[in-house]
């Protein structure tokens, strides 16, 4: 039987391969695209399927579930943001107040109403800094696109933090066609508005410039107010804003100033009250389900900062720290990957799918990471519409203008582990998603 052995092994390689093939040409013929995927039992080394496996492709949002993974282990799900109010006196009266942020993604003005309530209605001599000396790199990262800039899906990251870092602009249609819109927004930017009411459904197209907002469209009649979201692109300037209305609402005088470099605060501070966030444990799974950029942005930076006994000035400093902790935690070699932010809206972030399979298989014993993830049809969720999906399966999304990406277990009997990545699509991204979706159940059955 020895010498059949190579035939028959060459035979089932054939076979094999053959039908990743096959699979593969079933995909492509249904929308052209580059495919890569993997799918295996969790409990053992068997792989159902797989191909292209091992080529270096973008997995969008599908990153966040490393990041997820990383916080649970490094910051444990019992960690809470903290922003810190100070003061300093001076013959015995408030002097200075300091508010120290934490590059907390959930701080909403009324927390800061509160933290500032115990020197509320209070004229200091001294100033108002606000330290935002926790995070050296640029609010925006160097590695995004351009087009990104102002979106609301790509806000500015920095200690500071605060509403989503995300203004409001509201449009209101006049009561006849023809005639000028009502726009209005919450931050206080000046705005140039031609938006007009018309009988055509709404469109209204948003930029900036030097602050000022710029707004060319339409708005039906019908749809009487819209509200639409922008992030702000002078973060300083959305800042100093936003805090400027808290701390006259609070009744507290005094000229405010942004701090970058923690040397340049007063000294002999005194502790005065303390936001504290909800628990980790808490914040990921919401934040996974709606694949909340700001919040992995934010943990993206709390690790690796945390990791490092030196300033991280730039964004792709966190690379080989990244690198290092996945080799460190789950004992995963992933040197010629690139992991440059937290959220995956990077197109210079690179992982194979079988790396990422590894890792998934790893965080299969997290109860915790695993209650995080959606359930298709699940409300509120990046699955909410994808009710096709069989309903053992829990998994993250990844979706950008070409990409398409769906990662997860099937968590029945014999449970599974799956990533399926696409690139280099023409869009709409929503002619991907079936096309996914029934390919997972084919594999993974319903």
């Known amino acids: 039987m020895k010498k059949f052995f190579p035939i028959i092994s060459i035979v089932v390689l054939f076979l094999i391969s053959g039908c990743a093939s096959n699979h593969e040409k079933s995909l492509y013929n249904k929308k052209p695209a580059f495919y890569s995927y993997i799918i295996g039992s969790i409990k053992d080394n068997r792989i159902d399927t797989e191909y292209n496996a091992d080529v270096y492709t973008s997995s969008a949002s599908c990153q966040k579930t490393i990041f997820a993974l990383l ?26 107040i300091v508010i120290s942020f934490a590059g907390d993604p959930t701080l909403k003005s009324e927390d800061l109403i509160q933290l500032i309530k115990p020197i509320s209605n209070t004229k200091i001599t001294g100033k108002i800094f606000l330290d935002n000396s926790l995070f050296k790199t640029p609010s925006h990262s160097t590695n995004l696109m351009i087009d990104d800039l102002g979106a609301e899906y790509a806000q500015p ?15 209101k249609a006049s009561k ?13 930017y000046a705005m140039n508005s031609y938006v007009t009411t018309t009988l055509e459904p709404s469109s209204i197209k948003l930029s900036m410039h030097n602050n000022r907002i710029l707004a060319h469209g339409n708005i039906n009649i019908n749809d009487n107010q819209l509200e639409l979201k922008r992030s702000p692109i002078d973060f300083d300037h959305y800042v100093l804003y936003k805090i400027k209305t808290i701390i ?15 040397s340049q605060l007063p000294k002999k501070l005194l502790l005065q009250n303390i936001s504290k966030s909800t628990p980790l444990g808490s914040i990921i799974p919401v934040a996974i389900k ?35 902790l996945i080799y460190k935690h789950f004992n995963i070699d992933t040197t010629k990957s690139m992991f440059v932010d937290g959220s995956g809206l990077s197109r210079y972030n690179r992982v194979q799918p079988r ?16 209650n995080s993830l959606p359930s298709p049809g699940e409300p509120n969720s990046t699955l909410a519409k994808r009710t096709n999906l069989s ?40 002619e991907m998603l079936p096309i996914l979706d029934n390919f997972i159940n084919n594999k993974l059955g319903k």
């Not at 916080?71 to 002097?95: M, Q, V």
């Not at 006849?176 to 206080?188: F, H, R, V």
């Not at 709606?290 to 919040?295: G, H």
């Open 355 to 370: 790396k990422l399979f590894e890792i998934l298989k790893k965080g299969y014993h997290s109860n915790e990471f695993i």
């Open 157 to 171: 990251v920095s200690s500071i933090t605060l509403d989503d870092n995300l203004f409001t602009i509201t449009a």
């Open 391 to 430: 309903k053992h399966i829990r998994a993250k999304t990844g979706n950008m203008s070409g990409i398409s990406c769906l990662c997860g277990y099937k968590t029945s009997n014999h449970p599974k582990a799956f990533v399926i990545i696409t690139n280099s699509f023409a869009p709409p991204n929503k």
């Open 176 to 188: 006849i066609p023809g005639n000028k819109a009502s726009l209005s927004n919450d931050s206080g």
């Open 248 to 262: 006259k609402r609070s009744g507290i005088k005094g000229k405010i100033e942004i701090i970058q470099d923690q």
């Open 290 to 324: 709606k694949s909340d950029n700001l919040v992995f942005d934010c943990l993206y930076l709390k690790i690796i900062n945390s990791q490092h006994n030196k300033p991280i000035t730039h964004w792709s400093e966190g690379d080989k720290i990244i690198q290092s």
């Open 71 to 96: 916080a649970y282990k490094i910051l444990g799900s019992d960690y809470r943001y903290e922003t810190k109010l100070y003061i300093t006196k001076k013959n015995h009266k408030i002097h200075d």
